[in-house]
């Protein structure tokens, strides 16, 4: 056996007609920027997040950091970031000067813990900004509710939970903005580096899409300063064409998932618990287990791939040391990097894989 974590070659084997004529198509065009290409993976991706706008963009880092910019935050501004993220949710507060405050999490849903943003916001809080993390919505309930009370502003960090609902509502739709990744992993993924930033706001929307162009309101005239962030026409397209299997896939990954979860369900592995207000779309499937970093050499000796999201909270980063944290200060996010274990996933996993490695788990343990 070889259980790869993603495999992304099965995807394009599957659909290598419809992404091969995809790229053609921008070859035979030139169409490399600036492009049809891009206005209309833009149309397409807004329809499916149930927001008025989408604006491509360079990566999911760059999503972030545009919105951010946008936001005209000054120094001393402060931003709640949850600290069992990737840290690209703190990078993008830090690049405008404004400080990532750190809040731990919820211990069954990994989300950013209500009560805890209650208890960090000060009178210098300008934005909360949730990462729904592993593919599941954080609780916008409650975080809508302490937005609206206190005046903030919420930023979506939701590259991780392409289609991902709560409420009903698909994740990129709740707040000022939302950043989305298209790196090749993620559930909707590029061949190369892309992001995108989904809204309501159609003047915003059009603020971004002069910021990502060097400020340009039309060529060579510069009414602001900006940068180069665009999306390029070959991922747009390859977007594009993926993105109309992009449900079949999240549901695909929710049946894996369900069927990790009940071939687990006698096993010292806790699985993923689901928030029943949304319907997650598994971008990672995360297992607390003991042992983890030897069941983990373990199961690549027997040809299962599995991953830690994220062995290191931001709150213990060294590039996060001025903000001054220790060990302690985070007790559920820090249990979590200690005994988190992602298993494969992906939407052309088999069952006999997920078979296999549940059984190569249940094996170490009855060594
Ligand atoms: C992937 C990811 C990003 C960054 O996306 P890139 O496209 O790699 O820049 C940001 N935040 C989270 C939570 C992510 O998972």
Redesign the pocket.
Known sequence: MDIQFVDLRKQYARYRAEIDAAISRVIGNTSFVECGEIESFERDFAKFCGTSQAVAVS??????MLIFESLGLTPGDEVIVPTN?????AL?PSSVGAKPVLVDCDPRTYNLDPAKVEAAVTPRTKVICP???YGQAADMDAILKIAAERRLTVVE?A??AHGATFGGRRVGSFGYAA?F???PG?NLGAYG???AITTNDGALAERLRRMRIFGQTEKYVHPTKGRNARMDGLQAAILGAKLPHLDEWNARRRQLAALYTDLLSSHPAATPFVDPRGEPVF?VYAVQVERRDELMAYMKSHGVACNIHYPIPIHLQQAYAELGHSRGDFPEAERLSDCLLSLPMYPELEEAEVGYVVKTLADFYRR
């Open positions: 990566n999911g880092m760059d999503a972030l993220s990737f840290i690209a949710t993008a990462t729904h993390l960090d590259c991780q950043a990744s298209f790196f993620k580096h892309a992001g971008h």
